[in-house]
């Protein structure tokens, strides 16, 4: 841990790299403050959560094992906040208009335009993308708080999955008011199929009677392009959504929370896991800020996620030094709410919500494996992380109990799956019937597949794993991207 000179060192330096025209500089070092307000503010405040009862027991661990804090992923969050509110006056341009330019608006826009480029090399961001930021900050206090109400009152899992779409509102409403950009890419291969055009044809009359349907309930207009939009046959093509695009981006705010939830159960998991996903969408932003012939508008956006993610970096970092094996403190559902919601607002307000998809590509796979768990089609147990064993100390796989006969499509599914070598099987020696299976978390097939091992060496596994799906579909994004699309901003010699 870090001793007090060393953190007056880092704070002496992170204060010097403030500057009022260079946001990267800024927020990295508004990011090295949030490690340190975070790591110093952890183990004061521990004691304090487990008095009001917030604490629990790794049972991970040989006994004794002593309580410890549970839900100091709060810290990370307020922490993050309150810097995310710091960062405004350094990373958008304030500009003046006098009051008797206000009714003409030929004369605002000349003022503004000659006070931003009275700033050489400007850096900052524009005025009226503050009503987006901002939007993103009121939608993390949002998940914040519910993450909190979650980790309080115990929510049970069916009710609470849904908990991200509510707290997502004031960025879905700010985005309708202030973009309402609903259209996409059309990927080539689909228009070059046979029957590519009339496909896309009969979703846009679908999409155009949703459309219909909400402006006459509402009386709101979900669409981007003209009222009578056709799919236009230049390339690239697009196709516009409309309301359908808020559903999908509802439908991000809700998986990326909880499928940091669901990939958890073993000590810096939830953390590690954030953590690797911010450094994998920093390198990706990075490929873009670092390209010369980038648009404006691109870069802009990649520089938004980097404003975004370096100070939620900052306090997962000191999070993730009490987390990591072994356990000094608990993260909660809080931490998971709020770092999965980081990468949803990244995604949506950076207008990159298909390379977000792609960079959970573990979380997806996880929660598709899970699926027969998660809706009970086989039995699930409250928790279903690996079991500890205490006479070698290493983790072994979890299992679920069939205490009741299955239903036919739930036995050829385990019979399946164990044939796969999927999950592993144990069977009733005397009647040959299944009895238990191992949970379906890729955690638990891990430990099926490589055996039983300390539980810092399968953490350190699994995030290693991450980086490395996720660095490769960052190659995949720039290469096999505008190959399928037929159009990218970012190109690596591939057309």
Sequence with gaps: MLGTLAKASILVGAIALIAPNEPLQTSLAFATLGYLITHTLIPRVGPSFIKVGLKGRDMSKKPPVPEIPETMGLVAAATC????????????????????????????????????????????????????????????????????????????????????????????????????????????????????????????????????????????????????????????????????????????????????????????????????????????????????????????????????????????????????????????DTYCYFSGMVFAIVGILGHFSKTLIIFLVPQILNFIYSVPQLFHIVPCPRHRLPRFNLEDGLMYPSFGELKKPPSTIALVMLKSLGKLRLIKLERDPKSGKVVRFSNMTIINLALVWLGPMREDTLCLLLLVTQFMVGISMIVVRHTVGPWLFGYDNLTWGVK
């Excluded at 707290?167 to 070059?192: C, H, K, N």
């Excluded at 439908?251 to 939830?261: G, R, T």
């Design 81 to 332: 906040l309150l810097l995310m509110f710091g960062l405004i006056p350094f990373i958008f341009f304030k500009y003046l208009v006098s009051f008797g330019s206000i009714s003409n608006d030929e004369v605002v826009t000349e003022n503004y335009k000659s006070q931003y480029q009275s700033l050489e090399h400007n850096k900052l961001f524009p005025h009226n993308k503050l009503a987006a930021y901002l939007s993103g900050v009121l939608c993390l206090q949002s998940t914040t708080l519910l993450g909190l109400l979650d980790d309080l009152f115990d929510i049970r899992w069916r009710h609470k999955f849904f908990l991200p779409a509510v707290a997502s509102l004031p960025l879905l409403i700010v985005y309708y008011v202030d973009f309402s950009v609903t259209s996409i890419v059309v990927p080539q291969f689909v228009t070059d199929l046979p029957g590519g055009s009339c496909l896309l044809d009969f979703i846009n009359v679908f999409v155009k009677l949703g459309n219909r349907i909400v402006n006459l309930t509402t009386g709101l207009s979900f669409r981007t392009l003209q009222t009578d939009y056709e799919i236009p046959t230049s390339a690239p093509k697009l196709i516009d959504l409309g309301v359908f695009y808020y559903v999908y981006m509802s439908a991000i705010s809700i998986f990326s929370p909880n499928s940091i939830n669901i990939l958890a159960g073993v000590n810096g998991l939830e953390v590690g896991q954030s953590v690797v996903l911010a450094a994998i969408f920093l390198i990706n932003d990075f490929c873009y800020l670092l390209t010369p012939t980038i648009s404006h508008a691109a870069y802009d956006s990649h520089l938004f996620s980097v404003i975004f993610i370096l100070p939620f970096l900052g306090v997962s970092l000191a999070l993730l030094q009490y987390n990591w094996y072994p356990a000094k403190v608990f993260v909660g």
